[in-house]
DNA sequence: ACCCTAAGCGGACCGTGGTCCAGTTAGCGT
DNA sequence: ACGCTAACTGGACCACGGTCCGCTTAGGGT
């Protein structure tokens, strides 16, 4: 089982209850998903699994998408410290081009892993961009954009790099069009190679 | 006002009343739109202002996506004749790698012009990649490339083109960032030149 | 041990998207 | 002119996301 009480950063200073409760309902809902499917997890049944009342779902993550994305929040942990402090040459120890080349399968791979977890938890248009997770992400290809020396304008090429792995369109072209993921895979390598040279 | 009986392809072979009502609910929904914002368009409010019942509406349209698509289209036909049959750098007449360039501009500003609306209709996950409208597009992106004379995977070169104009990011890079549109326009020419090498 | 209060709780309530089906009608064939 | 039928209609109905507010309780202060 997952630790669901770990991440302390989201649980420091509030009250004993509200914690396992927290703790309670992440347990709950990852069952209702494992049984049911992302796409159909309702929050009433979140509460009643938990035997809690409904307004301390929301309460606790907001809306719908926030208790999601906090489903996703572990996984997406062990991606980002894969990237961050893991092995090369997803993590440090590798040349950037390196790095930059292993994102995109490691990326792939991570959301094909999960993916109707990703596309349910998919946040809206005026929020999707916001989220914690994809200012990490954009950092990091920003980071390995500058250190394998491309002129441009990072900032967007880093954008345009991070949207040609988006989860949608990974669906869409795997699951609805049928193509194999190593061609994404192959894409990822010939973009990154024409946009950086290397 | 706009023309909402026209687009024959929809009203062909439909009972007459069918046909009124369809164009009644279109024109409710523009005057609610203008008035009350994309965004607080209603499916009982459409209903009501048409003088119809809910039922009716969802026949029509299927979905309160349908229907903001319904109302998207009228100005999405325009941009597409405007590329297939419009004067150039857009439109045929100009080689390809210079239609490709006038390509982002056009679409950037397009969909900039109505961008609550676009935002408002995008479609989930599941359905974003298979509207009529994105298939358009990508042949027409396809094809360009094609005669530009780029080699590697073409159709994975167009989606991701296609995919750095998308309304979600536009709007995050514009509204929520603050970047001029004008960046977006470099960043497309910058993009086109790496890739194609014009 | 007791109180006080900020924090948490829960479930009734509401609005909206979406379904359904019994009743109505357009428009064709005769 | 007159059915006949397939298509259309409308609004009652349902499920779900999200809000609200009066009640409860944890847990620090005395």
């Not at 992440?26 to 409904?54: H, I």
């Not at 926030?66 to 996984?75: D, K, P, T």
């Not at 894409?187 to 190679?193: K, N």
Request: glycine share 10%; aromatic share 4%.
């Amino acid at each position: 089982m997952l630790d669901l009480l770990s991440a302390e950063s989201v649980s420091a200073g509030k009250r004993a209850d509200a914690v396992r409760n927290r703790a309670r309902l992440l347990e709950a809902a990852a069952e209702l998903v494992a049984e049911r499917g992302a796409a159909n997890l309702t929050m009433d049944a979140v509460a009643t699994a938990a035997c809690v009342g409904k307004g301390t779902v929301f309460r606790r993550f907001g809306d719908r998408e926030g208790l999601l994305l906090a489903l996703l929040n572990h996984s997406e942990e062990q991606f980002q410290e894969a990237m961050l402090t893991g092995p090369p040459p997803l993590g440090p120890g590798a040349e950037a081009g390196q790095r930059l080349h292993a994102y995109g399968p490691a990326r792939l791979h991570h959301e094909n892993a999960s993916i109707d977890l990703y596309l349910a938890a998919e946040p809206g248009p005026l929020r999707r961009y916001l989220v914690p997770a994809y200012g990490v992400h954009l950092t990091h290809i920003r980071m390995l954009l500058r250190q394998v020396g491309v002129d441009g304008d990072i900032e967007l090429l880093a954008h345009m790099l991070l949207r040609s792995l988006d989860t949608a369109s990974l669906h869409h072209l795997v699951c609805q069009r049928g193509l194999p993921v190593e061609r994404l895979e192959a894409g990822w390598h010939d973009l990154v190679t024409r946009l950086t040279g290397h």
